[in-house]
């Protein structure tokens, strides 16, 4: 079988995408690993225009039960891992098979950028957490370490201080890069540790996390430091390798669009957080997957 | 006997929760920031201390695991 369309990524472009693929009648199969990626973790959205307050996980659903209503083909926790041409068609990968389809909409998001540092995946979900939202009631009464001394880092603290006993918040460079109203918040209770010109080297345990070494960039010296948390939030990548021999990736992995969503490639568009665009918003992810989906629509229609 | 030990905001434990109810599978939902004796439960089940962790009748399933999932429910 043969789909008019595949959509790669579940967030707010990709859903918006598949609405209005559905919307024009075009056979749509949508792949995603996960629901809304990076918006689950706002506690709170106030710039969706007619939602005055609402948490990313709420506005997912709604997303999600909305796009449901149309008549879409949907594979979830599905990663793909390959996309190649087959004529004029394309072959979308995943780990379960391959799907044929005359367009594809990219719109797979961002995701955590990782340290590469050893320790660090074999103690993901062992006290190693991307997702203070998700696991910071683990750490009650208990000393966490947050890496990244930026907004994401600053609310990554927040989070735990509600229950962590100590937080000590580690940046690379000379000075914290967070806002000073959200480290005035912080330093308020007393509870966080802020620590500058720190690259943190090695993460350590048995079963579970229990320390973290880290060179002092001043002094060139390695400490090791006790904890059984350790937060990472040194900010999103982009991750489209799997499309690498179709697109074009600028420098920071991103895939190269033109304003109307085309990649180098036509018959490929991206949309979203995963395109070069600058600003990335919920409200601007759904426009720019809106966009896609009309264009790959007027590209099926040339190509009939 | 499923029970899904998860907290209110995590991208997969909501994946996993909609997939369970999209399969009309109950389960019991474990909310373990709120439930200490649960929390502690569910790491010495497990061996994690991220969730979403569901256990399925004695079977650990770790994150959202569909194709595990799937197969201890004999779903397909």
């Not at chain 1, 780990?95 to 995946?121: H, Q």
């Not at chain 1, 010109?197 to 350590?204: G, S």
């Not at chain 2, 996993?16 to 439960?41: C, G, P, R, T, Y």
């Not at chain 2, 770790?62 to 194709?67: E, P, R, S």
């Amino acid at each position: 079988m043969v789909y008019d369309l595949i959509i790669i990524g579940g967030g707010p472009a990709g859903i918006t995408a598949g609405i209005y693929a559905a919307r024009k009648k075009l056979k749509t199969l949508l792949i995603t690993k996960e629901w809304g990626g990076q918006m689950t973790k706002a506690p709170e959205i106030q710039n969706w225009p007619g939602i005055k307050k609402i948490s990313g996980i709420d506005l997912i659903n709604k997303m999600i039960e909305h796009l449901k209503s149309f008549e879409i083909e949907i594979k979830e926790g599905k990663e793909v891992i390959d996309l190649d041409k087959k004529g004029d068609n394309f072959l979308v990968r995943d780990n379960d098979g391959t799907y044929e389809a005359k367009a594809v909409i990219i719109a797979t998001g961002k995701i955590p950028r990782t340290l590469n540092i050893p320790g660090e995946e074999e103690f993901k979900g062992k006290g190693v957490s991307f997702c203070a939202t998700c696991d910071a009631p683990m750490f009650k009464n208990k000393e966490v370490a947050v890496i990244g001394g930026g907004n994401a880092g600053f609310g990554t603290a927040l989070d735990l201080v509600k229950y962590a006993k100590k937080v000590y918040i580690l940046e690379f460079l000379e000075e914290m890069k967070g806002d000073p109203i959200l480290k005035e918040k912080l330093e308020k209770t007393g509870k966080v540790e802020f620590q500058v010109n720190v690259a943190v080297k090695e993460i350590k345990g048995t079963k579970f996390v229990e320390s973290l070494v880290y060179e002092d960039r001043k002094t060139s010296k390695d400490h090791e430091l006790k904890v059984e948390g350790v937060f990472i939030a040194v900010g999103m990548m982009a991750k489209a390798e799997f499309a690498q021999k179709l697109v074009e990736l600028n420098q920071i992995g991103e895939v190269v669009i033109d304003k109307d969503n085309y990649t180098k490639t036509p018959g490929i568009f991206a949309a979203g957080d995963i395109s070069d665009i600058k600003y990335e918003q919920i409200v601007i992810a759904a426009g720019e997957g809106a966009k896609a989906a009309l264009a790959a629509t007027d590209y099926l229609k040339n190509k009939q | 006997m499923i029970k899904v030990y998860s907290t209110p905001s995590c991208p997969y434990c909501v994946t996993l929760k909609n997939f369970l109810k999209e399969h009309n599978i109950q389960f019991e939902d474990i909310d373990v920031s709120q439930n200490e004796i649960a929390q502690k439960e569910m790491i010495e089940k497990s061996g994690q201390m991220g969730v979403p962790v569901a256990d399925i009748d004695g079977e650990i399933v770790i994150g959202f695991d569909q194709d595990k999932i799937k197969k201890l429910l004999k779903l397909e």
